[in-house]
Structures are given as structure tokens and as C-alpha cells.
């Protein structure tokens, strides 16, 4: 009998010590699902992609497959000038479309802001729709609209204009018709994130400066835009990180092309991996373009810093 009821007494304090541990560590307990996932998914892929790059992998010479071969694969993807044109279409592309998505973004979130009758709700579902649009359905619209022979834009520009339409997908526009394109697209998460921002600015902020004599600029300079740097700059990170990654879009509106006029370093390690059958280049651009990613995301943060997202 004494044995028994030891054993019930054990019992529900192993079950009050696993309900405490369960309470203590709660938090826990819900991320460690998706961390597990996101390692399984990541650290994994990126293991085996540092030993793509340190091997010789050529799909078409399946004999010398798995070589180690050291940094020689870094030179010769990093020595090859069609990387460094990629660098700078890729450059090019990030400055050029995210200076445009956050200038038109704050300006379109600013004018809607001031709108005080029923015509904001219809501007803010209008300047969202964009987004809804798949980068490669939104690609093969812009091709079909951008065609030289059949397309609506090259048309209404020669019907309207006494110049010749330019050859947009491929000429020496290329590139900037995939920033505009994507500036398209991308926009309309700009304008809700500024949009969010400027209805947050406390009202005595802007009524204590109208009170001082500023004008709007002033305004919009001194107080509205220092009281939204911290959202400003996650916006711009966010949008930076996703531009660097931009492939879809660009890859099924031009190819990359023409020639190289447009290819970005995401389509230069497609192309060195799947399409000339080297992973272990590929893999060496690759580890190399991430570094450079991180290191320049880690920079700004630390510059900027996240001062005031808390709060």
C-alpha cells in the first residue's frame, strides 16, 4: 500500500514539474519549430554550397567531380569580366530602383495623407494594386505591352511624340526598363509602409510647427521625417535585401539580355550553375555576393541603428 500511493504522489509532481517547464520556457517552445525549420532549410544548403565551392563540380565531367580544388574556383568566377558587369547591372539595379520606389512611395503616402474626404480610401486601394500582380505574370505583361511591333506602350509613344519608340527590352534601355518595371511592382509596399508612418506623426508635432511660422517642407524636413527614420530605414533595408535577390522578374522580362545588359549577379549564378554546368563557380559567386550582402545590410544597421522602432 505504501508503495502505491509513493507512486500516486510521484505522479502528479512529474506532471507539475513538466506544466512548470512548459510555462517557464513558453516562448521557447512556440519558436523552436520555425527555428529548427529555418536551419534545416538554410544552415544545411548553405554547408553544402561552401563545399560546392572549394570543390571542382562540373556536371559535364563527372570523372574529376567532388576534386578539391581550394579557392580555385573563386578565381575564376571572380576573374571572368561577365561577373563584373553583373556587379554593376546589380548595383545599378538596387540604387536606381530603390532611390525611385522610396522617393514616389513617400510622396504618393504624403499626398494621400493629406486627403480628408472619401477619395483616400479609393487612392490607397488604387496605388496597392499594383502589388498584387506575380513578378512573372507582371513580366509578361511588360513583355507583351513593350513589344516593338505589337505593344501599347511603343505605340501610344510614337502616336503622341515625333520620335521613334526606343527598343525598351532589347536595346540599351533594358536595364532601365527592368527598374521601372519593378519600381512598379514595388511601390505600393513603399506607400503603405510611409503611409502607416505619416498617420502615426503625432498631431502636436505638426501643429506646433505650423504654430512657428514653418512651411510645409520645412515640416515634412525638421519633423515629420526625422520622427519616421527608424521606419524609413526598414523599409529601405527590407527593400534592399529583396532588390539584391530580384531575379524572377528581371530573368523572365529580358533574360538578362541583351547580351549582357541587363543580367544581375542572380542570373549570372543561375547561368554559371544550370546553364554552363558549374556548380562550383556558381557556388564561389554565390558565398561571395551573400558576404557582401550581409556585411553591407550589418553596416547600415550599425550606422543607423534601430533607435526608436521599440518605442
Not at 523552436?32 to 544545411?44: A, C, D, E
Not at 527598343?167 to 503611409?195: C, H, K, R
Not at 502615426?200 to 525638421?222: C, F, M, N, Q, T
Not at 531575379?247 to 543561375?270: D, E, K
Request: neutral net charge.
Amino acid at each position: 500500500m505504501s508503495t502505491e500511493n509513493t507512486r500516486n504522489a510521484d505522479v502528479p509532481t512529474d506532471r507539475g514539474r513538466l506544466r512548470e517547464l512548459w510555462e517557464a520556457y513558453l516562448p521557447v517552445w512556440f519558436v523552436l519549430p520555425m527555428t529548427l525549420f529555418l536551419v534545416v532549410v538554410t544552415f544545411f544548403p548553405g554547408l553544402y554550397n561552401v563545399y560546392l565551392s572549394v570543390t571542382y563540380w562540373d556536371l559535364t565531367n563527372p570523372e574529376l567531380t567532388g576534386t578539391f580544388v581550394g579557392l580555385e574556383n573563386f578565381v575564376d568566377a571572380w576573374g571572368r569580366g561577365s561577373t563584373w558587369v553583373s556587379v554593376r547591372n546589380t548595383l545599378v539595379f538596387v540604387v536606381g530602383s530603390l532611390a525611385l520606389q522610396t522617393t514616389i512611395g513617400f510622396t504618393l503616402a504624403a499626398l494621400v495623407a493629406g486627403v480628408t474626404n472619401r477619395m483616400r480610401t479609393i487612392y490607397r486601394i488604387g496605388f496597392i494594386l499594383p502589388m498584387a500582380a506575380a513578378p512573372v505574370a507582371l513580366a509578361t505583361m511588360g513583355r507583351i505591352m513593350l513589344n516593338q511591333e505589337i505593344g501599347v506602350i511603343p505605340h501610344l509613344i510614337e502616336t503622341a511624340l515625333p520620335v521613334s519608340s526606343p527598343a525598351f527590352l532589347s536595346g540599351q534601355y533594358a536595364l532601365l526598363t527592368v527598374i521601372l518595371v519593378d519600381t512598379w511592382n514595388w511601390v505600393p509596399f513603399m506607400f503603405i509602409v510611409f503611409y502607416a508612418g505619416l498617420t502615426s506623426v503625432p498631431a502636436d508635432l505638426k501643429e506646433a510647427a505650423k504654430v512657428d511660422g514653418a512651411p510645409l517642407w520645412r515640416i515634412y524636413a525638421h519633423v515629420i521625417i526625422p520622427y519616421m527614420k527608424p521606419l524609413i530605414f526598414v523599409a529601405v533595408l527590407i527593400r534592399t535585401i529583396d532588390l539584391f535577390r530580384e531575379f524572377g522578374l528581371v530573368y523572365s522580362l529580358t533574360g538578362g539580355g541583351p547580351g549582357t545588359a541587363s543580367r544581375l549577379l542572380s542570373i549570372q549564378v543561375f547561368e554559371m550553375g544550370f546553364i554552363g554546368s558549374n556548380l562550383g563557380t556558381a557556388a564561389a559567386v554565390s558565398i561571395v555576393y551573400l558576404i557582401f550582402v550581409i556585411a553591407l545590410c550589418t553596416i547600415a544597421i550599425i550606422s543607423v541603428g534601430f533607435e526608436g522602432v521599440m518605442d
